[in-house]
């Protein structure tokens, strides 16, 4: 009898409980009622019914958590296709072309104000990225894009040198390691440099003792034969898997970005185990500093979804994990307590900057006359 009773008042409130949607919303699920009213907006204010099935990212190499893209398709259904690029300049060609077919790129610094002066990017729309109210205010409203209109922090970090301390048990302080001819044939064909315009010649630059900046032609035509008279000892130009390289041994000694450092220390995900001997420092001289930004590119058609992306990685737990696997830095003040001891210790030992080296380090701009470097890259790797 009671059994019965029970099956009873299931048939009669199922469908009730039904009705009124009192079974967890799914994140793919339309939201706008069926009168065409007012959408019915769940918690996190986004409007599923707007969002696009697909997402194409831009990114660079090893710069992304797979897991928070599982987790991002798992909320809200949509799918994120992520494609890589390894300089500012490559993506930018691509982009410039037209169609790229992407809708949100990750850009440096420097390259945010290329890609607006060529009219790339779309405006943002602040109103949909809340949580950009927790990025370091210190990071905003950089001189590339001084209300953030058209871009939102995504990582930074440093530019240095990366070398496992077995082969250099004193440390290295200079960038002489990397351009003293004297120096070179004991690591010939062990060492990489990045595959970057404006990286590359910059290190030089410091080595020089001049500014990262600097185009004054003299100082420029030391920097190019400079590079030239390393070529020989050198491995490879090499921007993408430095990480691995310096991991495995084949590589000693790399002219490296931190977190591509810090992959080779701590290794990455399931991709390959880290090697407890490498280093980072950013040399005497000085090194470089620089951001990577989220854009949305003009000619996405998917603007609305991928600003709701864009809140998502800006989400503190979603960057604590970004950063956590990435090893750069995140500009996101909520997730820097979320972050794992283990970064947080690297970070302390020369992965992350203190004040001192805050000093010496340099970001890298754009004016009229750096077009120059693009001439002086294309001799060098043509020699
Ligand atoms: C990661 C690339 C770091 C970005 N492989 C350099 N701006």
């Given at each position: 009898?009671?059994?019965?009773?029970?099956?009873?008042?299931?048939?009669?409130?199922?469908?009730w409980l039904?009705?009124?949607?009192?079974?967890?919303?799914?994140?793919?699920?339309?939201?706008?009622?069926?009168?065409?009213?007012?959408a019915?907006?769940?918690?996190?204010?986004?409007?599923?019914?707007?969002?696009?099935?697909?997402?194409?990212?831009?990114?660079?190499?090893?710069?992304?958590?797979?897991?928070?893209l599982?987790?991002?398709?798992?909320?809200?259904?949509?799918?994120?296709?992520?494609?890589?690029?390894?300089?500012?300049?490559?993506?930018?060609?691509?982009?410039?072309?037209?169609?790229?077919?992407?809708d949100?790129?990750?850009?440096?610094?420097?390259?945010?104000?290329i890609?607006?002066?060529?009219?790339?990017?779309?405006?943002?729309?602040?109103?949909?990225?809340?949580?950009?109210?927790?990025?370091?205010?210190?990071?905003?409203n950089k001189?590339?894009?001084?209300?953030?209109?058209?871009?939102?922090?995504?990582?930074?970090?440093?530019?240095?040198?990366?070398?496992?301390r077995?082969?250099?048990p004193?440390?290295?302080?200079?960038?002489s390691?990397?351009?003293?001819?004297?120096?070179?044939?004991?690591?010939?064909?062990r060492?990489?440099?990045?595959?970057?315009?404006?990286?590359?010649?910059?290190?030089?630059?410091?080595?020089?003792?001049?500014?990262?900046?600097?185009?004054?032609?003299?100082?420029?035509q030391?920097?190019?034969?400079i590079?030239?008279?390393?070529?020989?000892?050198?491995?490879?130009?090499?921007?993408?898997?430095?990480?691995r390289?310096?991991?495995?041994?084949?590589?000693?000694?790399?002219?490296?970005?931190?977190?591509?450092?810090?992959?080779?220390?701590?290794?990455?995900g399931?991709?390959?185990?880290?090697?407890?001997?490498i280093?980072?420092?950013?040399?005497?001289?000085?090194g470089?500093?620089?951001?990577?930004?989220?854009?949305?590119?003009?000619?996405?058609?998917?603007?609305?979804?991928?600003?709701?992306f864009?809140?998502?990685?800006?989400?503190?737990?979603?960057?604590?994990?970004?950063?956590?696997?990435?090893?750069?830095?995140?500009?996101?003040?909520?997730?820097?307590?979320?972050?794992?001891?283990?970064v947080r210790?690297?970070?302390?030992?020369?992965?992350?900057?203190?004040?001192?080296?805050?000093?010496?380090l340099?970001?890298?701009?754009r004016?009229?006359d750096?077009?120059?470097?693009?001439?002086?890259?294309?001799?060098?790797?043509?020699q």
């Amino acid at each position: 009898m009671r059994q019965r009773f029970f099956w009873l008042v299931l048939v009669l409130v199922l469908p009730w409980l039904v009705a009124c949607g009192a079974g967890t919303p799914t994140g793919s699920e339309p939201t706008t009622d069926a009168s065409g009213g007012e959408a019915a907006i769940p918690d996190d204010g986004v409007d599923r019914a707007r969002l696009s099935r697909e997402l194409y990212f831009y990114n660079w190499s090893d710069y992304i958590n797979p897991e928070i893209l599982t987790q991002f398709e798992e909320e809200y259904g949509v799918r994120v296709i992520v494609d890589i690029f390894d300089s500012n300049e490559d993506m930018i060609a691509k982009i410039r072309a037209g169609n790229s077919g992407y809708d949100v790129v990750a850009p440096s610094d420097y390259a945010v104000q290329i890609m607006a002066l060529d009219d790339l990017v779309a405006p943002l729309d602040q109103a949909l990225v809340p949580n950009m109210q927790y990025l370091d205010p210190g990071l905003l409203n950089k001189y590339f894009d001084p209300d953030n209109a058209i871009s939102l922090p995504y990582l930074y970090g440093l530019t240095g040198i990366a070398y496992n301390r077995t082969f250099f048990p004193e440390g290295i302080t200079s960038w002489s390691v990397l351009f003293d001819s004297a120096q070179l044939p004991a690591f010939r064909g062990r060492f990489s440099m990045l595959d970057d315009e404006r990286e590359t010649p910059g290190a030089v630059l410091k080595y020089l003792g001049a500014s990262i900046n600097a185009t004054d032609p003299a100082i420029l035509q030391q920097v190019e034969a400079i590079l030239i008279a390393q070529k020989p000892f050198l491995a490879s130009y090499n921007s993408s898997d430095v990480n691995r390289r310096l991991s495995s041994e084949e590589f000693i000694l790399a002219h490296a970005w931190s977190g591509a450092a810090m992959q080779a220390r701590t290794g990455l995900g399931d991709e390959f185990s880290g090697n407890a001997n490498i280093e980072f420092v950013i040399p005497d001289e000085g090194g470089a500093i620089w951001m990577d930004n989220l854009v949305i590119l003009r000619e996405s058609p998917n603007a609305y979804t991928a600003h709701v992306f864009i809140n998502f990685l800006l989400r503190p737990d979603v960057a604590a994990a970004n950063a956590d696997y990435v090893g750069y830095l995140t500009p996101n003040e909520a997730a820097i307590p979320l972050l794992s001891q283990e970064v947080r210790d690297l970070y302390a030992a020369g992965f992350a900057p203190d004040d001192a080296m805050l000093e010496r380090l340099e970001w890298i701009e754009r004016n009229e006359d750096t077009v120059v470097f693009t001439e002086l890259w294309t001799r060098v790797k043509g020699q």
